[in-house]
């Protein structure tokens, strides 16, 4: 089984409407992020979290949100879609402890499609 | 403006030539990864450098990482077309803890 699984894998939906995608993790790590990618412009951090108290907004948090609901959960939202945030997400994982530098560790992603 | 830039973009090559991919930057960077990415899935990490002029191997691949920690390098031996995916680059800043910053990707196609 999938140490980071994301849910959905695909998701259409129409300009306005509000977005939940969901991330689960059974590698035990305490940081959590969110990013997506698009065509030439690579992974961008829209939010991290590096315990279930903590949140930060990354570099492009603007009509985003996001909820830790347990160490092994974090969830993001889009309040209201609209195309420009037609891409791909991915979550990812990263453990602090034992002197890790800092390695992540992604789920399949999530292509998102807002018309 | 991307932090860390990747080049060349795109690059196609025949089996069994070889191929370099550059990471460069004008920040220090406390570690550097590098990670491959296939379509339909996440990106997975191959490599973690931390030190200046470290080189690291992974079977036919090698992995350097710049004096100065601004800069890295993935070279590929007699490439083969399992290699083929999208190569990115990430690096943690010293005043970034937690957070790294990824290139914007090289997208390598080996052909039989």
């Known amino acids: 089984d999938a140490d980071v699984t994301q849910t959905p894998r695909n998701r259409i939906t129409k300009t306005g409407k509000r977005i939940m995608l969901e991330c689960s993790q059974t590698?035990?790590?305490?940081?959590m992020y969110w990013y997506r990618q698009d065509p030439g412009l690579g992974l961008r951090l829209i939010y991290y979290?590096?315990?279930?108290?903590?949140?930060n907004k990354g570099e492009i948090s603007d009509g985003y949100s996001v909820s830790r609901q347990a160490q092994a959960k974090f969830s993001l939202s889009l309040e209201s879609a609209i195309p420009n945030q037609t891409a791909l997400y991915f979550c990812?994982?990263?453990?602090?402890?034992?002197?890790?530098?800092?390695?992540?560790?992604f789920g399949p992603g999530t292509r998102l499609t807002v018309l | 403006t991307q932090l860390l830039e990747q080049s060349p973009q795109f690059l196609s090559i025949q089996e069994g030539e070889n191929l370099t991919v550059y990471c460069n930057s004008s920040?220090?960077?406390?570690?550097l990864q590098w990670y491959r990415q296939e379509p339909g899935e996440g990106p997975v990490l191959l490599v973690t450098?931390?030190?200046?002029?470290e080189v690291k191997k992974l079977k036919r691949l090698t992995f350097q990482f710049g004096d100065a920690r601004k800069d890295s390098s993935l070279h590929i031996t007699a490439a083969q077309p399992g290699d083929t995916g999208l190569y990115l680059c990430?690096?943690?800043?010293?005043?970034?803890?937690?957070?790294?910053?990824f290139g914007a990707g090289t997208q390598v196609v080996v052909t039989p």
């Open positions: 990812a994982t990263s453990d602090s402890s034992g002197g890790a530098y800092n390695e992540q560790f």
């Open positions: 590698k035990g790590h305490d940081r």
């Open positions: 979290s590096f315990d279930v108290k903590d949140i």
């Open positions: 920040s220090v960077f406390s570690s």
């Open positions: 450098v931390v030190t200046g002029g």
């Open positions: 990430a690096g943690e800043e010293n005043d970034s803890w937690g957070k790294l910053q």
